[in-house]
């Protein structure tokens, strides 16, 4: 395989890694949520690149528990 197309996930791939259904992920992508996408021959394809971003972008902390660190 093209080494620059296994920097791209399809709806399944991501769907997987999420734990979500493809559907969700193809809704998403539909209103403009979630990561950055291309289409190629009518395939909606996921940069890596981008889905850890849009990961990294969605990351939550705890506030209590960086309270509990700082007492540490």
């Known amino acids: ?5 296994q920097l791209l996930l399809s709806q399944q791939d991501l769907a997987k890694r ?3 259904s ?4 193809g809704l998403a992508s539909a ?3 979630g990561p950055r996408y291309v289409k190629i021959d009518g395939a909606i394809k996921y940069p890596v690149e ?4 849009y990961e ?4 939550f902390f705890d506030p209590a528990e960086v309270a509990f660190q700082s007492l540490a």
């Open 1 to 5: 395989m093209d080494s620059h197309m």
């Open 18 to 20: 999420w734990g979500r």
């Open 22 to 25: 493809e559907a969700a992920i």
């Open 31 to 33: 209103v403009g949520a």
């Open 50 to 53: 981008d889905i850890q971003r």
């Open 56 to 59: 990294r972008a969605c990351l």
